[in-house]
């Protein structure tokens, strides 16, 4: 009986001394809060997140504003995402993948309640090295049969950067012309410093300027658009770095036709506050935000490290604050130094590893308890194992030893 109490002790320190590395353990965004408001989300087995539930409080009793439901692969691709609304708006993207892992196409079904809104269809292809060509949209018609509304192509340069992509819509013939073509360039360090989107052979309707600093992080970004025969400056966005290179804050400003003499006018001032000792790599959990007042319209951005608050102020003074909050340790991940590479995973009855030498399998549940153990060989009958995560530690003959989390479905 010590002897099995100092095991189970020697085990949990064993994962908790792995946790306090920030390279092997994961958490999960729980929970978004915005005021009165909170966004919940929910995990599978394999930490994919399935579900955000937008919840509000009306007069002390929670209502459910909009759900949000993912479904996955076995490659953790999601093949399902589904959005409701409680006012009745119903969004649903189906996707499928090729075998480089890259999305193909999307069919998209819009309803209000029950009533069909929309049918659509989105395809996708690559080349070898898996850069974009070309994407195609299509409408469903009254014969049920789809009829392709736009393409866009892609074309690259030698060393793999985008220089343009040409929009094309179409007629009701079926004929298509060019529409739009967007240009991109850069500089000597491959940065793009200037995006100009022209329609027709010279009307310019929009152009970009972006700045960057000594390391590259872009730190201006200018939009200017046709007024009255010439290019204006309308638009602006200045960001800030802190000194673990996550965007600390940033700031929007206009002077739409010009009508401030000239003059920025600071519209909204984003702030953004990290735990910079915990990478975002280690969270589980959608962590890309969209904002749709800053000129990074067709961007979204990942930090790199876990954030704790999120607020923005407004030129009238409006204020929004979101708060983010995590689970405790939920897994314990390889250690990298001493990769084990473990197949199939998600896996079904027999586990396979690349090592030589083994000496002895064990596997545990991710509160420490040992459920299996064996010895000598490349592969692991996992059977009997209940649906679940699992960390299988390999022992070498030469006493060293790796860890993987696996999980069994």
Known sequence: MKKALLFAVSICCMISALAQNVNNYTQKLDSVCYGSAVERLQYD???????????????????VFSTHNFAYDNENRVVRDEYIEMTGVYNLYENTYNEQGLITQRIRTMKNYDELMGLYKYTYEYDNEGNL??????NMDENNEWIESYKNE???????LLVAMKHYLYYSSGDSWLYEVTDYYYNEEGLCVEKTTTRGEYEVISQTLYTYD??????????LTP?????????????????TRDIEFYTFYTNYNNTNGGLWEDMTTHFLDYDSAISTSNIAGILTYWDNTFLFLSKAFTPAHKVLRYETEDLDENHTTKTFHYSVITAVDENNEKRLCVW?????????????????????????NLVLSSKGMNSLCVSGLAEGCYLLKVTKADGSFCFQRFVKE
């Open 154 to 160: 892609y074309l690259y340069r030698e060393d793999g």
């Open 45 to 63: 087995e394999r930490l994919n997140c399935t579900q955000i539930k937008y919840v509000y409080d009306d007069y002390g009793q929670e209502e």
């Open 214 to 223: 000594d390391e590259g992080y872009l730190i201006k970004e200018i939009k």
């Open 344 to 368: 199939p995973n998600p896996v079904h009855e027999t586990l396979h590893f690349d090592l030589e030498d083994l000496q002895q399998m064990e596997v545990f549940t991710l509160d420490g």
């Open 227 to 243: 007024i009255d025969g010439l290019l204006i400056d309308t638009e602006m966005a200045e960001i800030l770095y802190n000194p």
């Open 133 to 138: 060509l070309m994407t195609k949209g299509f």
